[in-house]
T-cell receptor, first 111, second 114 residues
Framework: QKEVEQNSGPLSVPEGAIASLNCTYS??????FFWYRQYSGKSPELIMSTYSNGDKEDGRFTAQLNKASQYVSLLIRDSQPSDSATYLC???????????FGKGTKLSVKP | DAGVIQSPRHEVTEMGQEVTLRCKPI?????LFWYRQTMMRGLELLIY????????DSGMPEDRFSAKMPNASFSTLKIQPSEPRDSAVYFC????????????FGDGTRLSIL
């Protein structure tokens, strides 16, 4: 059973701090990884994707991938209250179309 | 650009009734996915299509659930007969079926079975 594990949280950080969200995956064949943000009552929205070991930065977001240790993390710098949401980690094996989603980590950024 | 379009946005019906959820994927996307999301189980893949052909329906909970994709621009998920435990948010997503391409989600259908 291929699994993606996330700490459900809630993770609470003060405004302006760095939020660190972690995700581990069981399928060593996974090649693509995605972070989605989901506001309450809304649909998941893609915020980051990564495929190579190391860091990938996009604005305040950095995705870190370590395939040897089978984890991928998302860092959010200068956290804002508007970042408060549930963050879903997903992996895909090879060229197959489906994603395996974690259950998400709820992030709360306190003003 | 039009995103993934789902209808209806909300559906409330009595158990035993047939429920049909509809999805229009993003033009040019050749993969379509149906998910169900609940607090307890998170986001679960029900079925996905590639080039209108069902590839993996192992997530469909039971025979009461069926999905079709008659053409590249339309898909339905049907529940017959519906039960209260089917209450959830159902999302449709589409993608380009290539490993490094993400899926894009519709706004979902919030289904309540009384």
């Amino acid at each position: 059973q291929k699994e993606v594990e996330q700490n459900s949280g809630p993770l609470s950080v003060p405004e302006g701090a760095i939020a660190s969200l972690n995700c581990t995956y069981s399928d060593r064949g996974s090649q693509s990884f995605f972070w989605y943000r989901q506001y309450s009552g809304k649909s998941p929205e893609l915020i980051m994707s990564t495929y190579s070991n190391g860091d990938k930065e996009d604005g305040r977001f950095t995705a870190q991938l370590n395939k040897a240790s089978q984890y991928v993390s998302l860092l959010i710098r200068d956290s804002q209250p508007s970042d408060s949401a549930t963050y879903l980690c997903a992996s895909r094996q090879g060229s197959q179309g489906n994603l395996i989603f974690g259950k998400g980590t709820k992030l709360s950024v306190k003003p | 650009d039009a995103g993934v379009i789902q209808s209806p946005r909300h559906e409330v019906t009595e158990m035993g009734q047939e429920v049909t959820l509809r999805c229009k994927p993003i033009s040019g996307h050749n993969s379509l996915f149906w998910y169900r999301q609940t607090m307890m189980r998170g986001l679960e893949l029900l079925i996905y299509f590639n080039n209108n052909v069902p590839i993996d329906d192992s997530g469909m909970p039971e025979d009461r659930f069926s999905a079709k994709m008659p053409n590249a621009s339309f898909s339905t998920l049907k529940i017959q007969p519906s039960e209260p435990r089917d209450s959830a948010v159902y999302f449709c997503a589409s993608g380009q079926g290539v490993s490094n391409q993400p899926q894009h989600f519709g706004d979902g259908t919030r289904l309540s079975i009384l």
